[in-house]
Each structure stands twice: as structure tokens, then as C-alpha cells.
């Protein structure tokens, strides 16, 4: 198995333009969170689905931010508009079950929002 | 809420020296501990994890023990090599089912020959 698939690794954009990043989860896992790391807050989880059904979006910090999980091998996070703050590495990781120790993580994409 | 603080980096150690990464946590209840790592370029992977008080988690060398006295959970490594350069997270979440993951804000390890 390839692991779980981010896309794209590097994202540099103007404040104002939409951003979409890309997961691809590990085939047979029913859970997939995204996350988002900084220097300042650490990691954050943003929001969690199962069985494609988002679960808990309460770590999403605006509406600016929404996420989708149309089918079970592909999830979004989208970002409209961007704003600087908004620069992070973004991770998405999914499990077979809930337990963090099932947890297998993407490499992450680094966003910067200039 | 729970939170999670760990030594700030980077650490860097010649090859061969021990290892100490403090972790100390806030929560109620009995939390479950693990120490992820993260290779350059990689995502997070687990390492270990201890999930009572005096549980002592181990893998590739390394070992935490659950302190619940001191609400602690340092990571250790009697020799590290090279090839444990990486950022060190640790983290914390509920028993009892899936609670929402704190994680530490991580700790670079840099090994020098």
C-alpha cells in the first residue's frame, strides 16, 4: 500500500485565492482527520469523518474553511479565501478504527499564504 | 483541557549520547500516552505508547514511562544513532474510546556524528 496520499507537498498562494488541498486515505480505513500544524499552536485537529460522514468539524476555525469526503479513497479541504495566518503544514491521516495508535499520516502539505 | 508540553528544540546530541525529551501533561481522567516521530520529508508514525500509570512503553531503543505522579512521559534513548533525527511528538487522548488528540507542539532531535 502506498500510504496515505497528500497533495499537493508545496502550496505558495495570494491572500485572497481559494486553495484546495487533496488526500487519498489508505484503502479499507473508515476514518480520516485532517490536521494542521504551527510553530505556535502544534498540531490541531480540524475535522474527522467516518464512513465518509463528517463526524466532529468543531476544530474548523472559520467558515472560510470546509471540508469533503465524497467517497471513501478521496477528501478535500478547502480554503476560500486564504489569509496569511492561514500558512501551515496540513496533514490528513486515517485509521481503521478510532484508536490514534491505528493512525497512519500523510506527509502533509505546507501551505504559505503570502 | 488537556494539553501536552514538551522541551523545545532542537536538541542535538553526537552519536552515541543518551537521550531525554521531557513530556509532561494536563488532563482529567486516566489519559492513554504515545510518542510519535516525524523523519524529514514523512509523516507522523507511531513509536510507542503506554496507556496506565506505570506502563512503560519501548521500540527501536527508545522508552517512555507513564508518571502519573508527575504527569510525565519522557521519551529515552540510551544510544541514538544518526538515523533518529527527526522531530519527536508526543500526545495524549482519553481512555475509554476515541477523544480528540492533543498533541505536543514537537521537538527537533538532531544526531551529529
Known amino acids: 500500500d502506498a500510504g496515505v496520499i497528500q497533495s499537493p507537498r508545496h502550496e505558495v498562494t495570494e491572500m485572497g485565492q481559494e486553495v484546495t488541498l487533496r488526500c487519498k486515505p489508505i484503502s479499507g480505513h473508515d476514518y480520516l482527520f485532517w490536521y494542521r500544524q504551527t510553530m505556535m499552536r502544534g498540531l490541531e485537529l480540524l475535522i474527522y469523518?467516518?464512513?465518509?460522514?463528517?463526524?466532529?468539524d468543531s476544530g474548523m476555525p472559520e467558515d472560510r474553511f470546509s471540508a469533503k469526503m465524497p467517497n471513501a479513497s478521496f477528501s478535500t479541504l478547502k480554503i476560500q479565501p486564504s489569509e496569511p495566518r492561514d500558512s501551515a503544514v496540513y496533514f490528513c491521516a486515517s485509521s481503521w478504527g478510532q484508536t490514534i495508535d491505528g493512525y497512519t499520516f500523510g506527509s502533509g502539505t505546507r501551505l504559505t499564504v503570502v | 483541557g488537556d494539553s501536552v508540553t514538551q522541551m523545545e528544540g532542537p536538541v542535538t546530541l553526537s552519536e552515541e549520547a543518551f537521550l531525554t525529551i521531557n513530556c509532561t501533561y494536563t488532563a482529567t481522567g486516566y489519559p492513554s500516552l504515545f510518542w510519535y516521530v516525524q523523519y524529514p520529508g514523512e509523516g507522523l508514525q507511531l513509536l510507542l505508547k503506554?496507556?496506565?500509570?506505570?506502563d512503560k512503553g519501548s521500540n527501536k531503543g527508545f522508552e517512555a514511562t507513564y508518571r502519573k505522579e508527575t504527569t510525565s512521559f519522557h521519551l529515552e534513548k540510551g544510544s541514538v544513532q544518526v538515523s533518529d533525527s527527526a522531530v519527536y511528538f508526543c500526545a495524549l487522548t482519553d481512555s475509554g474510546g476515541y477523544q480528540k488528540v492533543t498533541f505536543g507542539t514537537g521537538t527537533k532531535l538532531q544526531v551529529i556524528p
Open positions: 503506554a496507556t496506565k500509570a506505570d
Open positions: 469523518f467516518n464512513n465518509n460522514v463528517p463526524i466532529d
